[in-house]
C-alpha cells in the first residue's frame, strides 16, 4: 500500500484545512486508516483513526474540532480540521494497517506510512 498525503499550508488559529490521502495498491477497508502527528521534538501521536472493526476513535484533543471522512471509490482517505489551534502544529501523517489486524491507536500497528503534509497554525 501506497499512501500520498496532501492538504497542509500555513493557516490562522480558528481556521480550517483539509487533508487528504490517496492510497494506493490496496483498498482501505477492513483496515485501520488513521492520521497521527508529529510536532517537532515530540513523539508522533494519535489524532484519528477508521477502526478495521467499522468504528471511529479521536484523540480527545481534536474531539468536535477535528472530522475523519472516506471515498472508498477513490481510495482517499481525509482530514477535515476546523477550529485550529496553535497547538495542532505539526506533520500530519496518514497510516495504513492489515487486514482485519491491529490496534488502531498505536503507530507501531501501522505499516504504510505516507511522507507527511506541514501543518501550521499562527496565532
Known amino acids: 500500500v501506497q499512501l500520498q498525503a496532501c492538504g497542509g499550508g500555513l493557516v490562522q488559529a480558528g481556521g480550517s484545512l483539509k487533508l487528504s490521502c490517496v492510497a494506493s495498491?490496496?483498498?482501505?477497508?477492513?483496515?485501520?486508516m488513521g492520521w497521527f502527528r508529529q510536532a517537532p521534538g515530540k513523539e508522533r501521536e494519535f489524532v484519528v483513526a477508521?477502526?478495521?472493526?467499522?468504528?471511529?476513535d479521536y484523540a480527545d484533543s481534536v474531539k468536535g474540532r477535528f472530522t475523519i471522512s472516506r471515498d472508498n471509490a477513490k481510495n482517499t482517505l481525509f482530514l477535515q480540521m476546523n477550529g485550529l489551534k496553535p497547538e495542532d502544529t505539526a506533520l500530519y501523517y496518514c497510516?495504513?494497517?492489515?487486514?482485519?489486524?491491529?490496534?488502531?491507536?498505536?503507530?507501531?500497528?501501522?505499516?504504510?506510512w505516507g511522507r507527511g503534509t506541514q501543518v501550521t497554525v499562527s496565532s
Open positions: 497510516a495504513g494497517g492489515r487486514y482485519n489486524a491491529g490496534n488502531h491507536y498505536y503507530a507501531a500497528s501501522y505499516p504504510y
Open positions: 495498491g490496496s483498498d482501505l477497508s477492513n483496515r485501520n
Open positions: 477508521f477502526t478495521w472493526r467499522g468504528g471511529t
